[in-house]
T-cell receptor
Framework: AQTVTQSQPEMSVQEAETVTLSCTYD???????LFWYKQPPSRQMILVIR??????QNATENRFSVNFQKAAKSFSLKISDSQLGDTAMYFC?????????????????FGQGTILTVHP | GAVVSQHPSWVICKSGTSVKIECRSL??????MFWYRQFPKQSLMLMAT?????????EQGVEKDKFLINHASLTLSTLTVTSAHPEDSSFYIC?????????????FGPGTRLTVT
């Protein structure tokens, strides 16, 4: 079974500054995906960024980037130029890649979440 | 982009009654849908995986007879909370996988807040 751990229950940052959210995971799988999701006060889950485990290059999406350390099983999210709209709960998630006859395909395992508050 | 809807968005029911929550993929076909439960300021806990035309697969500890899941078509899955009690009050979220999506992405519904009085 996979586990995902987010050790920072709450974080805060000033507008325009940079913040990094931590995530570690444990798995025996070789092929998998990692995700960061954002859940604002509306509670709609929004995909922020994804990383395929086989890719060495860290994923980036505009102001969001990850530091993927496969050997260390670490997957942190960096938010640059923080904006008030970034205030939300952030979840790190793991998904095993599909294989023939697999039964857990598509199942996401979430971390505990980190509440991020961006202050003006 | 792919859109998933849930209905209702908020429901209040009396203890002992049943309530049905619908999850629809509006612009894509979904062979697989997932149902999650979330308590305030906590993570999403997977309850079950719903596959079109077959029985749902429940996670350990989830009562199958209490949380009935039906995935009748490629665009609709329903979760029925039977004989609801106050401890069933929670936020229920569904997600769906697009058949045609090469990225294995899940699309989430906006959630349903259930309050049992």
């Amino acid at each position: 079974a996979q586990t995902v751990t987010q050790s920072q229950p709450e974080m805060s940052v000033q507008e325009a500054e940079t913040v990094t959210l931590s995530c570690t995971y444990d798995t025996s799988e070789s092929n998998y995906y990692l995700f960061w999701y954002k859940q604002p006060p509306s509670r709609q889950m929004i995909l922020v960024i994804r990383q395929e485990a086989y890719k060495q290059q860290n994923a980036t999406e505009n102001r969001f980037s990850v530091n993927f350390q496969k050997a260390a099983k670490s997957f942190s999210l960096k938010i640059s130029d923080s904006q008030l709209g970034d205030t939300a709960m952030y979840f790190c998630a793991f998904m095993k890649q599909a294989n023939a006859g697999g039964t857990s395909y598509g199942k996401l395992t979430f971390g505990q979440g980190t509440i991020l508050t961006v202050h003006p | 982009g792919a859109v998933v809807s849930q209905h209702p968005s908020w429901v209040i029911c009396k203890s002992g009654t049943s309530v049905k929550i619908e999850c629809r993929s509006l612009d894509f076909q979904a062979t697989t849908m997932f149902w999650y439960r979330q308590f305030p300021k906590q993570s999403l806990m997977l309850m079950a995986t719903s596959n079109e035309g077959s029985k749902a697969t429940y996670e350990q500890g989830v009562e199958k007879d209490k949380f009935l899941i039906n995935h009748a078509s490629l665009t609709l899955s329903t979760l029925t909370v039977t004989s609801a009690h106050p401890e069933d009050s929670s936020f229920y979220i569904c997600s769906a996988r697009d058949l045609q999506d090469l990225w294995d992405e899940q699309y989430f519904g906006p959630g349903t807040r259930l309050t049992v009085t």
